[in-house]
């Protein structure tokens, strides 16, 4: 399984993006986003099961990001709203086998980063 992240870009602070993420999806797995800004770790952003769409989110986003899928479609997609400049990062999809962990080390599979670059 291959993931593609995209949909990202220069955006003005309190804009909105929507990334998305293709080849997404399998049975039993959760799916998630990450994002590492210059010089710093990896961060979980927010996550969501494909089966039964529970969803996680890092305190940082929440009420700002929605994560959500497309079954059928076989899409990962976080709508993000009220952007701002700490939002700057290169935004990774990944999946694994199991539930949504913060943990990144659990997490097998990753797309190749979509960048997101908020100007104040």
């Known amino acids: 399984v291959q993931l593609q992240a995209s949909g990202g870009g220069l955006v003005q602070a309190g804009g909105s993006l929507r990334l998305s993420c293709a080849g997404s999806?399998?049975?039993?797995?959760?799916m998630a986003w990450f994002r590492q800004a210059p010089g710093k770790q990896r961060e979980f952003v927010a996550g969501?099961?494909?089966?039964?769409?529970?969803?996680v989110y890092a305190d940082s986003v929440k009420g700002r990001f929605t994560i959500s899928r497309d079954k059928a479609k076989r899409m990962l997609y976080l709508q993000m709203n009220s952007l701002k400049p700490g939002d700057t990062a290169v935004y990774y999809c990944?999946?694994?086998?199991?539930?949504?962990?913060?943990?990144?080390?659990?997490?097998?599979?990753w797309g190749q980063g979509t960048q997101v670059t908020v100007s104040s």
């Open positions: 990944a999946d694994r086998n199991g539930d949504i962990t913060p943990r990144i080390n659990e997490w097998k599979t």
């Open positions: 999806g399998r049975t039993n797995y959760a």
């Open positions: 969501i099961t494909w089966n039964w769409g529970t969803t």
